[in-house]
């Protein structure tokens, strides 16, 4: 009698304590549903401590710690259910995507392929082994499991959208267009889709188009930095600088550490003849990044239409130093040094700018001029013509006039 006293009372035991905690998990659920991690996870330890050896209470736990940014955490716990359960699919998924957000790819890609082995029917897995495979550069593995993806459900969005960027980088354009108008056509809200479709259109030079998909990638994604830059960009590229100006300020309101776009917005504002602003953004691009050939050339610029010619070579010879490539810098200087009559190192700047860039007829044309001071009316002459030819408009009275003292 005792002894059947003492069964029943173990099993009426256990059954009040499996009961407390999956009642303690119940209320942790109700938490994680409305996104009150700390209270979720509260009960969820609770139930983990009346009961260590259920998987699903330390799924939910780690899912609250992941929720949280508690990556190291929310992995402790799936790796407990993995070790009470080598086979959970959901275990390695969840924890391939705390992985995932520590930027440890390597162990990202074990568990997302473990997930995928296990389920194979899980496109999200496959999805993300190919995000993974991206961030190690390994482009191959990327496409072959975004398709696998997309294979196993069309409508998945984002593999289309990421395959096609990666298509993108790998230069197979037409590829990667086509990915892209698949995701619009599954989600024609899908604001990051709008921004990389937008790129191809720009690089295409259908600037108009490309405007439309970057207006669109800012109405369905909000404050979304990329597409205001290329937007105000495509501005730019159209010459519609005081349109640009709105987006520039847009983007650097909201990362005031970028320096290409105190840059470009400088280059809107110079082109808007506003020197002293552009002057601004370019004295912040160097701020930001001293590494940029560009800004040197474009503050030198100001300093050319202010005259200072002086300050506008030391810009210059910066722009040089950081790229010798350069032809615009060199062009300038020869400009500049013209200005302040150091001929010699102007003509020998306007030969270089034309040895690297030998489509600048208006180099062609300044030095010309040079020649045509120094009296070398036959290098005059020559230079005018290879404007002419290049579509430069050339003067007749002064051409018909260069040509008799060229003796041609």
């Known amino acids: 009698m005792k002894f059947f006293v003492l069964i029943l009372s173990l099993i009426i035991g256990q059954s009040v304590f499996s009961q407390t905690a999956e009642t303690y998990y119940e209320e942790g659920t109700q938490y ?45 716990d799936f790796s407990k259910v993995i070790k009470l359960n080598p086979v959970s699919d959901k275990a390695f998924y969840a924890r391939g995507l705390a992985f995932d957000s ?51 459900n069309p409508l998945n969005d984002k593999a289309f959208n990421y395959r096609g960027y990666v298509n993108y980088l790998m230069k197979n354009y037409n590829l990667a267009f086509t990915d892209y108008n698949q995701a619009l056509k599954i989600n024609p809200e899908y604001g990051i889709s709008y921004c ?20 669109n990638a800012i109405r369905f994604k909000k404050n979304y930095l990329d597409a205001y830059l290329n937007r105000a ?39 808007l003849g506003k020197y002293d602003d552009a002057l601004l953004d370019f004295n ?72 690297l860039n030998p489509k600048d007829a208006a180099t062609y044309i300044n030095r010309s001029s040079l020649y045509y001071d120094q009296k070398k009316y036959g290098l005059a002459f020559k230079d005018y013509c290879s404007a002419g030819d290049l579509g430069y408009a050339l003067n007749k009275e002064y051409f018909l006039k260069l040509k008799k003292l060229a003796g041609k």
């Open 32 to 76: 994680l549903g409305l996104k009150q991690y700390p209270q979720a996870i509260y009960f969820f330890s609770i139930a983990i401590d009346l009961n260590p050896k259920e998987e699903s209470y330390f799924i939910a736990r780690g899912t609250a710690y992941d929720s949280l940014g508690k990556f190291i955490k929310a992995i402790r």
């Open 196 to 215: 990389n479709r937008g790129i191809i259109y720009y690089n295409n030079n259908k600037i108009d188009s490309s405007i439309l998909d970057f207006s």
């Open 102 to 152: 520590l930027e440890d790819y390597n162990n990202a890609i074990v568990d997302f392929t473990m997930a995928s082995i296990l389920d194979p029917e899980n496109d999200k897995a496959f999805y993300n082994l190919g995000r993974a495979y991206f961030h190690e550069n390994n482009y191959e593995n990327a496409i072959l499991n975004y398709t696998k993806a997309i294979e196993i």
């Open 233 to 271: 960009n495509a501005y730019s590229k159209l010459g519609s600088f005081s349109l640009a100006l709105p987006d520039y300020n847009k983007y650097i309101q909201i990362d005031s550490t970028n320096a290409k776009a105190y840059l470009w917005r400088g280059i809107a504002l110079y082109n």
């Open 284 to 355: 912040k691009s160097l701020d930001v990044s001293s590494d940029t050939a560009n800004a040197f050339l474009w503050r030198g610029l100001v300093y050319y239409q202010h005259k200072d010619y002086k300050s506008a070579i030391k810009d210059f010879d910066l722009s040089i130093k950081q790229d010798t490539n350069q032809a615009e810098s060199y062009a300038w200087r020869g400009l500049a040094e013209y200005n302040i009559k150091l001929f010699n190192q102007a003509l020998n700047d306007y030969s270089i700018a034309l040895s």
